[in-house]
């Protein structure tokens, strides 16, 4: 990382803490930093290009997140989400996708649907290919288009917010092929009801494709920790 990548850009919104947190929570959970590992306020200063303050500060708001534990006298360590969380986290999607795809079938622009029509295009090409590491990339990108198609700031944050914390979970599902050609073909048929401009059909759909995600990641015995 360099110091204008925890800089951002003007106008963002975020104060420094905040920009500070937002790439310590990133690295978290992207599995930058192990669980129990400690985390070295002058250490992750000098890499940011920041003073210990926000550091300090951001690693208390994680703490507050479930993220970060801080033992007296000694320092503060990487507190990895758990199975328990991780299964939350799937029920709570199951409902959120489903009105998501309900609401973007109702407001998808022909722009939004030609760019997740171009991904799944995209993630045919590298299924066929096994490039495992791409479709976790594409796979993503489908998911914020219908985000920013559901039409919701708030509805788009949460599931944003949800996608990142489990980054890894989903990182390691798909490179299972079975489950990457099921993903696959899920989201045709989600894109289809969608295009088709049916709200009921596409949010059954969503929610079934994550039920069977987190079905997936429980037989697997994927998940953040134990």
């Not at 509805?155 to 390691?172: A, G, M």
Request: with cysteine; proline share 2%; charged share 30%.
């Amino acid at each position: 990382m360099t110091h204008l990548d925890i800089m951002g850009e003007p106008g963002d919104g975020l104060s420094l803490r905040g920009k500070v947190y937002k790439q310590l929570r990133t690295d978290i959970l992207s599995g930058k930093y192990k669980d129990h590992e400690e985390l070295r306020e002058n250490t992750i200063a000098k890499e940011y290009g920041v003073s210990r303050t926000p550091v300090r500060e951001a690693i208390r708001q994680l703490e507050l997140e479930g993220l970060v534990h801080t033992v007296p006298n000694k320092g503060a360590y990487v507190s990895s989400i758990k199975r328990k969380d991780v299964e939350d986290i799937y029920a709570i999607r199951a409902l959120l996708e489903g009105l998501c795809a309900r609401w973007a079938a109702q407001h998808i622009t022909k722009e939004q649907l030609e760019e997740a029509q171009e991904i799944l295009f995209m993630t045919r090409y590298h299924l066929e290919h096994e490039h495992f590491d791409q479709l976790y990339q594409y796979d993503g990108k489908f998911h914020e288009v219908l985000y920013r198609a559901c039409d919701s700031p708030i509805l788009n944050h949460v599931l944003r917010d949800f996608h990142e914390y489990i980054q890894n979970v989903r990182q390691r599902a798909l490179k299972g092929r079975q489950r990457a050609v099921l993903c696959q073909e899920e989201h045709e048929a989600i894109l289809e009801a969608i295009k088709n401009r049916d709200p009921e059909l596409a949010a059954e759909l969503a929610s079934r494709h994550i039920e069977n995600a987190a079905a997936n990641i429980i037989r697997e015995g994927l998940n953040a920790g134990d």
